[in-house]
């Protein structure tokens, strides 16, 4: 029972004597629980939720009573989706997982989701806008650069494609003459597509296009 609530900084060590534990009591919630938090901690998302949701399935008052009780409902919720999306192989599930992992900035996890989406499912534009973006913030710019410019291979006058490469090859590749060439270009695919594009959103692009273009 110490092993399990104590807390230590080596988690390596501790790692191993709660997982001998669990060898010869599987349902020891206490031990998920803290198994669970040193995965969180770790960075390994995906295993640390998935042990959440299978302690909160043999005991839900012990872990509702844990530290990490305020990330129950997000590990449930990514747990199911997780599993959905792996027992039916559906790129929807593998989507709205890495939506939610996104949403948090979790950057890792989210990538993995929408990478396993567009294998499954190719010609899905939105979806690989969402994965060049978590790839910019990822700090892996000419992956974004690849991802968009696929987008524009599948429809040429993708507006968001054409301005974000603009963006992305002024400020993060240092190439203003290249960029110029999509900020023209975007120019011109944001009045074509102004129906489609929000009024605050549309007058925010034009400015900074306008901006780009002098």
């Not at 959440?52 to 399935?57: C, E, F, P, S, V």
């Not at 996104?102 to 929408?114: K, P, R």
């Not at 992305?168 to 290249?178: G, R």
């Not at 110029?180 to 605050?200: C, E, Q, T, V």
């Amino acid at each position: 029972y110490a092993i399990c609530t104590i807390k230590r900084f080596d988690t390596a060590i501790a790692t191993k004597q709660i997982e001998q534990i669990l060898d010869k009591e599987p349902e020891n919630v206490t031990c998920l629980v803290q198994l669970a938090n040193i995965y969180l901690k770790k960075g390994k998302l995906a295993k640390g939720f998935q042990i959440l949701t299978d302690a909160y399935g043999i005991d839900p008052s012990i872990v509702k009573n844990s530290e990490i009780a305020k990330i129950i409902p997000f590990a449930l919720q990514v747990t199911g989706l997780r599993n959905a999306a792996m027992r039916t192989n559906n790129f929807v599930y593998w989507n709205r997982l890495a939506d939610g992992y996104n949403e948090l900035s979790i950057l890792d996890e989210a990538i993995i989701g929408y990478e396993k989406s567009l294998k499954i499912n190719p010609n899905q534009d939105k979806t690989r806008l969402k994965l060049a973006f978590a790839y910019r913030k990822d700090g892996r710019i000419y992956s974004c650069i690849s991802e968009l410019k696929t987008v524009l291979t599948h429809d040429k006058d993708n507006f968001y494609a054409t301005y974000y490469l603009g963006k992305i090859l002024k400020e993060d590749v240092k190439n203003p003459k290249e960029a110029l060439k999509y900020f023209k270009r975007a120019d011109a695919l944001l009045r074509k597509h102004k129906k489609d594009i929000k009024p605050n959103n549309y007058q925010r692009f034009e400015r900074d296009i306008a901006k780009e273009l002098q």
